[in-house]
């Protein structure tokens, strides 16, 4: 189950290389994604979110930016504590969403995940 952005885009060697190897590679993914792709190399399972890919592209970059501006220690501080947890919020709602998606999980306990 990939998280969007960096892991991501270090994972999908792996799953590029698993497949090489003759390993079937099936990736769950949230419907709204800026990374995840489908691809030949693997199968691609996606779930609904409540969030819409315009929220993570005005997040994501912000989540970065904080480190940049000018300001106090607090400032900073405070702004990037703000980004981490809205961040952190379509994470814990993607992975919610994944694991109330009935259908994804009797597809998984069918094939024996």
């Not at 698993?18 to 990374?35: F, I, N, T, Y």
């Not at 693997?42 to 819409?52: A, D, G, H």
């Not at 379509?90 to 024996?112: D, P, T």
Request: aromatic fraction near 14%; charged fraction near 25%.
């Amino acid at each position: 189950v990939p998280v969007d952005g960096s892991h991501w885009l270090s994972m999908r060697e792996v799953a590029d290389s698993l497949r090489q190897k003759g390993h079937e590679v099936v990736v769950l993914a949230p419907d709204v994604s800026l990374h995840i792709k489908p691809s030949k190399n693997f199968v691609m399972k996606k779930y609904s979110v409540p969030y819409m890919e315009e929220d993570l592209k005005k997040e994501f970059p912000a989540f970065f930016h904080f480190s940049f501006e000018q300001g106090s220690f607090l400032e900073r501080f405070v702004k990037a504590y703000q980004s981490i947890k809205t961040i952190t919020t379509f994470g814990v709602s993607s992975c919610g969403h994944l694991l109330q998606n009935k259908e994804l999980i009797r597809y998984l306990e069918e094939n024996e995940f």
